[in-house]
């Protein structure tokens, strides 16, 4: 079992910056895939990065390529959302997920566990 809390949501200009954290709890941090995913009122669930166990390989999707940054600190048991040149179209509830997997899952049915979420909301 595994305990996931994010932080770090708010409210932020388009082109400001957000921190999101999610903090682990439970089994071992470091077995686990991590991923981040987001939801916007009357939209689906969408992927938006994951990384890797040990965190050397990363991957986005198209949207928030070259803005948003993923990582982890297996130490801290924490997985980061940096998130660069905002847009109004990035507003949404962001939730992380972990899966206990080796290849780094994309799609939300792969991953086991999952936090509340923390809402964003980015002002034009």
């Known amino acids: 079992q595994v305990q996931l809390v994010e932080s770090g949501g708010g409210l932020v200009q388009a082109g400001g910056s957000l921190r999101l954290s999610c903090d682990a709890s439970g089994r071992t941090f470091s077995g686990y895939c991590m991923g981040w995913f987001r939801q916007a009122p009357g939209k689906e669930r969408e992927f938006v990065a994951a990384i890797s166990r040990s965190g050397i390989s990363t991957y986005y999707a198209d949207s928030v390529k070259g803005r948003f940054t993923i990582s982890r600190d297996n130490a801290k048991n924490t997985v980061y959302l940096q998130m660069n040149s905002l847009k109004p179209e990035d507003t949404a509830v962001y939730s992380c997920?972990?899966?206990?997997?080796?290849?780094?899952?994309?799609?939300?049915?792969?991953?086991?566990?999952w936090g509340q979420g923390t809402q964003v909301t980015v002002s034009s």
């Open positions: 997920a972990a899966a206990f997997i080796v290849t780094v899952p994309t799609t939300s049915s792969r991953y086991d566990y």
